[in-house]
């Protein structure tokens, strides 16, 4: 028996490769299949199934493209309704790879169709459960992204998941793996743990919503407690899913049309393509297209621009750094953004010589940042709320990035302000985002909340965020 987590950590996601006896099976794969296929080749194994736990929300599945490529059977469980061939299993229902047996399990609750599936080895005995969004580690799924598809509430859909739960999973034996779809950072879920894989024994020690003498009803108001809406690209993910969308050759092949800074600024122009700088954060400081939107590779790229550009029919034009091209369009890709028109050939000094303008953010070090305190300038704390509550700058204005168009009217139009993040990343992508919207008059902290810290500027746990007026 060969199990392979194949996790993506910009994703927070784990797809698996379970090959027996020369047949493989693949569940959840990412948006491109060659890995899987090379995989197999090495293995000299075919490809048998594609199961898929439910209709993914936060990023675009393989599972079509792999089927075409492979021949490969695409599985999903009980009330799943896609517009493409596939094999809708029973609750139950058995498949034999080689010779290990995958049990469905049907188990509800975060969305209609979320289905568990139970490796059994040759002998028969329960080996590892993978759960999907069921049952993650240290969480479970969140049940408020179907209840448009269900006509349901949270509350009902939660109701659900604590039912599959103490039914189809917990009375499975400790020493069963249990194997998720995402871990620490995924928006699917609240609490979920750094580790990625873990025993069933444990997590009904860790895991809250697994306690024993839990009541339906203490589950739902526990699970649904402190839900954050989720990223507006979540129900165009799923409607790919279930629908089907273009092949990853095709995506690829129309966004890597290298073009010279005057025909991309003529594409700009003429299609009202978001300019999507994916370089490192300091580079984009330095000297950026006017108007562009920094997300960089180096962080939680195609979530973040998930959340932020949400649109996934927007068309794109990419400023990268040399040869990584390919893989900003595959990134994005993974989350449901075709519509990359292609990138700026050259790089950004292909723009300067063609004497284009250039724009730059002022980014200074925390210990400059320091030495202007007493100036009273507004800060801007711009990472998540739970981090603001652990800690913050005294009379720091919260203003989250993941809602940041919410807050456009608190930033001063005139007087200067500073803005900062955790450790640099996201406060360049608000610096980008406000500077697009006509908010010139900001200031980055370098480094972050970290390098603040560090520099010794005193900071406060006091719990209430505050608002500029």
Not at 175 to 191: E, F, L, R, W
Not at 256 to 274: D, I, K, M, Y
Not at 293 to 309: C, D, E, Q, R, T
Request: overall charge negative; aromatic content about 10%; some cysteine.
């Amino acid at each position: 028996m060969n199990i392979e987590q194949i996790y993506t950590g910009c994703l927070a996601q784990g797809a698996y490769y379970i090959e027996n006896e020369g047949e493989v099976a693949i569940i959840d794969p990412l948006r491109e299949v060659k890995p899987y296929m090379e995989r197999a080749a090495r293995d000299k194994a075919e490809i048998k199934f594609i199961f898929e736990t439910h209709f993914h929300a936060d990023f675009v599945s393989g599972h079509v493209t792999l089927a075409k490529e492979t021949g490969a059977t695409i599985i999903y469980g009980p009330n799943a309704d896609p517009s493409y061939e596939v094999l809708i299993a029973e609750d139950g229902q058995e498949f034999k790879l080689g010779k290990l047996t995958f049990r469905v399990l049907h188990t509800p609750g975060h969305t209609m169709e979320s289905t568990t599936y139970l490796l059994r080895d040759e002998h028969g005995k329960d080996y590892a459960i993978f759960s999907g969004d069921t049952l993650f580690l240290g969480d479970v799924g969140r049940p408020d992204l179907a209840q448009k598809a269900a006509s349901m509430t949270q509350e009902e859909l939660a109701g659900m998941l604590y039912d599959s739960l103490r039914t189809k999973i917990m009375p499975l034996a400790d020493d069963v793996i249990v194997y998720p779809a995402h871990g620490a950072g995924s928006a699917c879920g609240k609490n979920m743990m750094k580790e990625t894989v873990d025993t069933l024994g444990n997590q009904k020690k860790m895991n809250y919503a697994l306690r024993e003498s839990m009541t339906k009803e203490e589950f739902v108001n526990e699970v649904t407690d402190g839900l954050l809406p989720p990223p507006q690209y979540f129900p165009l993910n799923v409607k790919m899913n279930r629908e089907g969308y273009d092949d990853i050759h095709e995506v690829l092949k129309r966004g890597a049309r290298a073009l010279s800074p005057q025909a991309f600024e003529v594409a700009a122009n003429e299609t009202g393509a978001v300019v999507l700088d994916v370089r490192h954060q300091d580079d984009f400081a330095k000297g950026h297209i006017p108007r562009s939107i920094f997300i960089g590779l180096k962080g939680s790229f195609a979530p973040w621009v998930g959340a932020l550009i949400a649109d996934v029919k927007q068309p794109i034009l990419l400023v990268t750094d040399k040869n990584k091209e390919e893989e900003a369009i595959t990134r994005l890709s993974r989350v449901g953004f075709d519509g990359t028109l292609g990138y700026l050939d050259g790089g950004i000094e292909a723009w300067k010589k063609a004497g284009k303008e250039i724009d730059t953010v002022e980014s200074i070090t925390a210990e400059v940042f320091k030495s202007r305190l007493d100036e009273h300038v507004p800060v801007f704390d711009v990472r998540k709320e739970s981090e603001f509550s652990a800690e913050h700058i005294e009379n720091a204005h919260f203003a989250p990035l993941d809602f940041l168009n919410d807050h456009l009217t608190e930033f001063p139009e005139k007087e200067p302000f500073y803005v900062h993040c955790a450790g640099g990343y996201r406060s360049m992508i608000a610096a980008s985002i406000l500077k697009s919207r006509g908010i010139h008059n900001l200031v980055d902290v370098a480094g972050g909340f970290a390098a603040i810290k560090k520099a010794g500027i005193p900071v406060t746990d006091f719990k209430c965020p505050t608002t500029f007026k």
